[in-house]
């Protein structure tokens, strides 16, 4: 167990004794060093449960702590009712031998014991190439998926294709019109229709490939066709992104496989639908909706299913699929579905939890370079798309970057920032850190590997810059699982550029090389190495020997 697992242990064990059993230790480094090595809020967490003033909950926590002899040197309470850890000097450097016989793994926990976790992501129609935004959203489903593996969950990424429905025979049309005209025909693109070279350029290949129906006269063989080009356009898209999945599902085979009829079914039989003006309609407001929502359209209309009843069938799929655990991270346009789909969830009435999928919801990107907003592709015609962006500035800064801000949040993505090779470019920085740590044993001579912690007197390091850099180190466990927890990758980020900061104030002020310390400071330089290698792989980012 690390410092952080025993000292959360005994404080559960302290709150459990106070009437709280199962209670959530949150323990965190203090900005201000004064304040200690480790601080809980775990008082003022149980004070209005317990009925008891915070300070008052805290001294009968400190006093109620079973704690290792000489792991901490000193407790205190501070404010109104923080309890500050101040742990021994021997337990600061402790932390080194546990990074670098963890590796590659440290930080890696067992929250999920196994058990699988279904993460859709992207999702996007099969209608144009990849924009800034799909890539925002690549970056955060991958993250998010890493952070759950990390913290012991059976992760499945999945895609779903909405290859059904009207926009799919708008893009249909619009590669047909576009087999039209090269024939000299006339023709006009769709008014919700689809532009760009791209359109063209499929267009071109289907004459190719179908020379028996050189004017687009099969519809349905056209979209057919568009549909697995653009899906091919897509992956490669994702793979220049550096984002696989394992699931691709299609909307289509909801229809095919008859899960949409079957839900229906299952909803009319709930007793929650019921038929008005010719259309079939699910009573939401039974759970809470503003307004009941047509499930089916009247005969005059067609008869379609709207576009939330497949959404339902689809999550129902998951759910039989064994997912008792699926996230979906999709764009902030889609919140008014979330509700929707979750009240369809219920209404089945097949036990599936009330708050069944989880949502992670992202706002766009705006690119900016030269202080000007990037909106144009060649390919995609009206908008930039984030191949575009990965050709432009690379892979590293592009995941980096849109991995910096909460989802939730509008992101500005500045090209001229990604491409500089300064300071003030975050990725630039993190990944200069760990080149300069590799950079000490390439100068050395030293597989970095060679280097042990057995054996190697550690006391000796106590400058303060090596106090700070190992508990930065020591926080790193806590880190991945608290941001597993919220969903949030840019926790990574932010404690990655943290980690960054104290790895280059120690590398600039200390020698490491020749010195008395020689041995100790390798040990430390190994596993700032280790870690800062560690949380960039979690992010998909590469961490590089030279720059």
């Known amino acids: 167990m690390t410092v952080h697992d025993t000292i959360r242990a005994a404080l559960t064990e302290a709150a459990a004794r106070l009437g709280a059993p199962g209670v959530d230790v949150v323990l965190e480094r203090p900005r201000d060093p004064t304040h200690g090595d480790i601080a809980t809020n775990l008082a003022l967490a149980l004070a209005k449960k317990i009925g008891q003033k915070p300070r008052a909950v805290a001294e009968q926590i400190i006093n109620g702590l079973t704690l290792p002899p000489a792991l901490v040197r000193k407790t205190e309470i501070a404010g109104p009712g923080f309890i500050n850890f101040f742990l021994a000097d021997a337990q600061v450097v402790g932390a080194l031998p546990a990074i670098l016989a963890a590796g590659a793994a440290y930080g890696k926990t067992d929250v999920g014991h196994g058990a699988s976790f279904n993460v859709e992501f992207v999702s996007a129609n099969p209608t144009g190439p990849l924009h800034v935004g799909h890539g925002r959203q690549a970056a955060l489903g991958d993250a998010i998926a890493a952070l759950l593996e990390w913290t012991g969950w059976k992760v499945t990424r999945e895609f779903y294709y909405n ?74 898209d994702l793979q220049a992104f550096g984002v696989k999945f394992d699931v691709y599902f299609l909307e289509s085979s909801l229809y095919t496989d008859g899960k949409v009829d079957e839900t229906t079914r299952r909803l009319v039989g709930a007793g929650h639908t019921y038929e008005k003006d010719g259309a079939l309609w699910l009573r939401t407001t039974d759970f809470g909706d503003d307004k009941d929502r047509v499930m089916r359209k009247s005969a005059e209309k067609g008869r379609e299913f709207t576009y939330f009843l497949p959404d339902v069938a689809y999550h129902v799929t998951k759910w039989e699929r064994g997912f008792t655990h699926a996230l979906n991270v999709q764009g902030a346009d889609h919140h008014g579905t979330v509700a929707r789909v979750r009240i369809g969830l219920q209404a089945l009435e097949m036990g599936i939890p009330q708050g ?28 930039m798309t984030v191949r575009d962006l990965v050709e432009e500035v690379g892979r590293d800064a592009v995941r980096y970057f849109y991995l910096m801000r909460r989802g939730e949040t509008h992101f500005v993505f500045d090209v001229d920032l990604a491409k500089s090779q300064t300071d003030e470019n975050p990725v630039f920085y993190v990944q200069m850190a760990h080149a300069r740590m590799f950079g000490i044993f390439r100068v050395a001579g030293r597989d970095p590997a060679s280097v042990r912690a057995e054996g190697v007197d ?82 998909g980012i590469r961490a590089p020997e030279r720059m």
């Open 163 to 236: 290859d059904a429905g009207g926009q799919i025979m708008n893009l249909a049309r619009s590669v047909q019109a576009r087999i039209r005209q090269a024939r000299g025909v006339s023709a006009e693109i769709p008014e919700q229709g689809y532009q760009g070279d791209y359109i063209r350029e499929i267009a071109e290949r289907y004459v190719a490939e179908h020379p028996e129906d050189s004017e687009g006269a099969d519809l349905d063989a056209v979209r057919r066709y568009a549909v697995r080009e653009l899906r091919a356009e897509q992956d490669r």
């Open 356 to 383: 069944y999928p989880e949502y992670v919801l992202h706002q766009m990107v705006t690119v900016m370079r030269g202080g000007e907003e990037v909106k144009l592709s060649k390919r995609a015609g009206s908008y």
């Open 458 to 539: 550690l006391s000796v390091l106590t400058q303060p810059e090596e106090a700070d850099l190992i508990k930065e180190l020591a926080d790193f466990p806590a880190m991945v699982a608290g941001a597993a927890a919220a969903r949030e990758p840019h926790r990574i980020t932010s404690y990655l550029e943290g980690l960054a900061r104290v790895a280059h104030a120690w590398y600039h002020k200390y020698r490491v090389l020749g010195e008395p310390e020689e041995a100790a400071r390798l040990v430390l330089a190994r596993a700032a190495k280790q870690v800062l290698a560690n949380g960039l792989s979690l992010l």
